[in-house]
C-alpha cells in the first residue's frame, strides 16, 4: 500500500539539464497531483430492433480520443530554478510543453517526455525548450492559479493538459510494454534516468527544494510577500496612502490575495486514423484575481478614490477625498496595477492593468478585523515605454525589476495581463 509522501512530480528544466544537475529536472513540492487519461466512450443512439423488450437505451459504442488531463498543486519555491521554470512554463513560453516524471506511488511513473526521459531545445524557437522529437510530446500549462492566507505557504496550482505519455510499472518496466495512445509511435525500453531510488536520491543535489541554506523562505510563506494596488499619479507610481492630514499618511496593507491565469488551452481534434489528439493550442491569456486590504483609518473607495488623492481634471495629485464622480473614477486600469512582491527573492509577480470588478466592505461580526476585499480583472495590451514618457503611454513602475524581461533599449512596450519577473 503506497502513502502520499511517495509521491513525487518533477518538471524539466533545460538550465539544469545543461549544468548537469539532476537530468535536468526540478523537483516541485507537490501536495497533490492528479493528471488521468479522459477516456469518454461515444454513445450510439442508433436503433438495433429490440424495442418491444424491455432493453437498455444503448448498446453500442466507440471509444473517443484519449488525452490527459489535471493538474500539479505545490508549494511555491523561491529557488531560482523553481521560479523560472514556473514562469517560463506557464506565461513567457506557454506555448511550448514541458518534459514531466511524476510518480503518485513510487511504483507506477508516468513520464511526458521522449522515451530516454531527455529534454531538448525547441529547434523553432531557441529561447524555449519542449520534450524533444515532436511537437506532441510533454506536458502543457493550461493556467496557474497563486494564492495565500495568514499561516499558510504561497501554494500554486498548475492546471495541465498532454496528448501522449509513457508508462513505467514496477519490476522490469519494458515487460509492461509502454504503449502509447499513439500506435503510430514505436515501443520503448525503460531510459536509466526514470528511477524513482534515484529521484528520491536527486533530492540531496544542488537541486534540493528544501533549500537549507538558512534563509527560511524556501516554500514561500505568506508574511514574506507585499501585496498592493498602485496608481499611476502623473508623474510616478503610488502605493495608496490614508490618513486624516499629512502627518498621519498610513500605508494601505494587504492580508490577503489571489492571482488566476488561465491559458484558454484548446485541444485540436482530427480524422487521423488513430485514438489521438493532434495538437495542444493555447488561446488568450486571462487572469482575475483578489486582494483583501487594511488600513487602521479605512480602506478607500475604489469608485470615488482615497483620501489623498483626487483629480485636476488630467493628473492625479494629492488633495481632499474625491468628490462623488463615478463617471471619473480614481482607479481605472490604464493607472492602476495590481503588485506582489517576494521579499528575499526580490521577484515580483504584476497585473499591470486591472479593472476592481467589485468590492465587498460589510459590517463586521465583534471579533472580526473590518477589512476590504476587491476583486480584480486584469487586461493586456497596455502600452507602456521604458525610457521616457510620449503622449498617451505610461512609464515602466520603477519599483519593479522589470530585467532582464524588458529591454532598457526599447521605445514602446506592450505588457501581457500578467507578469512574473526573472529571478536572477
Known amino acids: 500500500m503506497a502513502m502520499g509522501y511517495q509521491g513525487l512530480a518533477q518538471i524539466g528544466s533545460q538550465a539544469l539539464a545543461d549544468a548537469g544537475i539532476d537530468a535536468g ?17 461515444i454513445y450510439s443512439t442508433s436503433v438495433w430492433g429490440a424495442g418491444w423488450y424491455n432493453a437498455a437505451s444503448t448498446v453500442n459504442y466507440a471509444d473517443n480520443v484519449i488525452r ?23 506565461i513567457e513560453s506557454r506555448a511550448y510543453s514541458r518534459a514531466a516524471r511524476i510518480t503518485p506511488d513510487g511504483s507506477w511513473v508516468y513520464c511526458y517526455t521522449a522515451a ?16 524533444p522529437a515532436t511537437s506532441r510530446k510533454g506536458l ?38 509502454g504503449t502509447l495512445v499513439d500506435p503510430n509511435l514505436t515501443a ?23 533549500n ?13 510577500t507585499e501585496a498592493f494596488l498602485k496608481i499611476y499619479d502623473g508623474s510616478a507610481w503610488q502605493r495608496i496612502q490614508i490618513g486624516p492630514d499629512a502627518q498621519h499618511l498610513v500605508d494601505t496593507e494587504t492580508v490577503e490575495w489571489s492571482a488566476d491565469l488561465t491559458n484558454n488551452t484548446m485541444l485540436l481534434f482530427t480524422c487521423r486514423g488513430v485514438r489521438g489528439a493532434s495538437a495542444v493550442l493555447q488561446g488568450p491569456i486571462d487572469v482575475t484575481g483578489s486582494v483583501t486590504l487594511y488600513n487602521v483609518f479605512g480602506v478607500f473607495d475604489p469608485v470615488f478614490g482615497a483620501p489623498g488623492i483626487t483629480s485636476n481634471g488630467t493628473t492625479w495629485v494629492p488633495g481632499n477625498p474625491s468628490p462623488f464622480t463615478p463617471e471619473a473614477p480614481c ?3 490604464g493607472i492602476t496595477e495590481f503588485v506582489v512582491r517576494i521579499t528575499g527573492a526580490n521577484v515580483f509577480v504584476v497585473l499591470p492593468a486591472v479593472v476592481i470588478e467589485s468590492d465587498d466592505y460589510g459590517v463586521k461580526a465583534q471579533g472580526d478585523v473590518t477589512n476590504r476585499t476587491f476583486s480584480l480583472k486584469g487586461l493586456g495590451g497596455r502600452y507602456m ?24 533599449g526599447l521605445t514602446n512596450i506592450a505588457l501581457p495581463p500578467m507578469i512574473m519577473t526573472k529571478a536572477l
Open 212 to 224: 537549507p541554506g538558512g534563509n527560511n523562505y524556501d516554500p514561500i510563506p505568506y508574511w514574506r
Open 116 to 131: 530516454d526521459g531527455s529534454i531538448a531545445q525547441n529547434p523553432t524557437d531557441p529561447g524555449t525548450y519542449t520534450a
Open 68 to 90: 490527459y488531463e489535471g493538474g500539479i498543486d505545490f508549494e511555491l519555491q523561491a529557488s531560482r530554478n523553481a521560479w523560472n521554470l514556473i514562469r517560463d512554463w506557464a
Open 188 to 210: 520503448f525500453t525503460e531510459p536509466g534516468g526514470v528511477s524513482y531510488i534515484q529521484d528520491k536520491f536527486g533530492l540531496q543535489n544542488p537541486n534540493n527544494p528544501l
Open 140 to 177: 502543457w500549462s493550461a493556467g496557474l492559479n497563486l494564492n495565500t492566507s495568514t499561516g499558510s505557504f504561497v501554494t500554486a496550482s498548475m492546471n495541465c493538459m498532454a496528448l501522449e505519455r509513457y508508462i513505467f510499472g514496477p519490476g522490469n518496466a519494458a515487460a509492461f510494454g
Open 331 to 333: 482607479f481605472y486600469a
Open 25 to 41: 529536472y526540478v523537483n516541485l513540492l507537490t501536495t497533490g497531483s492528479s493528471i488521468n487519461m479522459a477516456l469518454e466512450p
Open 385 to 408: 515605454n521604458s525610457t521616457g514618457t510620449p503622449s498617451g503611454t505610461i512609464p515602466l513602475d520603477s519599483a519593479i525589476t522589470y530585467a532582464p524581461n524588458f529591454s532598457t
